[in-house]
């Protein structure tokens, strides 16, 4: 088959680069900024510098980082998926390129995590410990579990297993519904997953109740390809932008009220910011001639986009080694520096880590999954 056909449609967007990269940032700024924002919120609520309460107050929201990568993960694999819709090597190429990218680094991860206590060299308290079956994470279905006690090395991959099993059912949806049924199914998808996380409290890491941020990328996907849905965005373009500014000023100003309750898990808060940052990759797609897509093709942005996947599967673990040890070697009279240097020392190493990952061992299973054609 002529691969020369589907190329142009599967090249890679710089500016979503920047995307995933804005994304990674606000995970690490919500698991390593937390002490010190605390500390500023004091501060301000002291009234020494009522600012400071604010700039505490923008790390609230910040786990919204995992919806961001949600709407862009649906955006990307159901556009690639409508745009390879008739090759004979649909399902072939599309899950062998996943699996060079998924299952590389996160094996050796698990690798890890079995070898290393079995060795005896673990000395970390819960870096390794946990109630969930070692299978679950051979299978990703830790998800399931995730009202149990869960081990730091692995924490973060719940978001990993949801994205897989999407990965399971939405290039069957593609392959054999058409585009008027495909949208049929999202929405529905979208509108039922803020009533069941309200209905069935406790249940936020299911793939079935957290479908509306991932499925909000795939309509995205749908319409842009859609002539005339295009235009109509087009058309309508300031308006979406007006809608955008909103919803982000929306989501500055609820993150300073003390009466409202933004947890993660809500039925609510999702929705939004599947809305949120679904407009937000709307506009980027839309105009890529602007100061917007200038500041997402930025070097540093597309750096930490390119190397997210290894920055989050490190960054926990990390953060829990290196307060460990920072903890056993700092003076008494310095302990309260712990938790201002393990945010530093751990990002410092993590980047470190993540740079040799990608160039040195995640890069060669790219590589060859692209040999893969479709």
């Known amino acids: 088959m002529d691969e020369s056909r589907y190329r142009n449609s599967v090249q890679r967007i710089a500016e979503l680069d920047g995307v995933r990269g804005i994304a990674i940032l606000l995970v690490l700024y919500w698991h390593y900024a937390d002490r010190l924002l605390v500390t500023l919120v004091e501060h301000g609520y002291q009234g020494k510098w009522p600012i400071l309460t604010y700039i505490g107050y923008s790390h609230r929201l910040t786990w919204s980082g995992v919806d961001l990568f949600f709407v862009l993960s ?76 869960g ?21 069957l949806l593609v392959k054999f519904t058409n585009r008027k049924n495909l949208l049929l199914i999202f929405g529905c998808a979208i509108c039922m997953a ?74 609510f808060i999702h929705l939004w910011f599947g809305i949120l940052y679904s407009l937000f990759i709307i506009v980027v797609i839309l105009n890529r001639s602007t100061s917007l897509s200038f ?44 938790d201002y240097l393990t945010p530093v020392v751990s990002l410092i190493i993590v980047l470190i880590l993540s740079e040799l990952s990608f160039r040195y061992y995640e890069n060669r299973f790219l590589l060859f999954g692209k040999t893969f054609k479709y």
Not at 215 to 229: N, P, S
């Open 295 to 338: 500041v997402l093709k930025n070097n540093l942005l597309v750096w930490f986009g390119l190397r997210s996947y290894a920055v989050y599967l490190f960054h926990m673990p990390m953060k829990t080694i290196v307060y460990y040890y920072l903890s056993n070697i700092m003076p008494l009279a310095y302990f309260h520096y712990v």
């Open 151 to 171: 081990s730091m090395w692995l924490i973060v991959a719940w978001s990993l297993a949801i994205e897989e099993q999407f990965y399971l059912v939405v290039p």
């Open 74 to 149: 649906g955006f990307l694999i159901v556009g690639i998926l409508l745009d390879v819709k008739d090759s004979k090597f649909y399902f072939k190429t599309f899950y062998m390129r996943r699996i060079c990218r998924i299952i590389p680094l996160y094996y050796l991860m698990l690798f890890l995590f079995i070898i290393i206590p079995w060795l005896g060299l673990q000395s970390t308290k819960g870096l390794f410990e946990g109630n969930f079956p070692l299978y679950s994470y051979f299978t990703f279905t830790q998800n399931f579990f995730i009202h149990g006690s």
């Open 194 to 267: 803020p009533i069941l996380r309200f209905m069935l409290e406790g249940v936020e890491a299911m793939p079935f109740v957290r479908s509306d941020s991932i499925l909000m990328g795939g309509l995205i996907a749908i319409v842009i390809r859609d002539v005339r849905l295009r235009e109509v965005l087009i058309i309508n373009y300031r308006y979406i932008v007006f809608l955008f500014v909103s919803f982000f000023i929306g989501t500055a100003i609820w993150s300073t009220c003390h009466f409202a309750y933004l947890g993660y898990g809500t039925a």
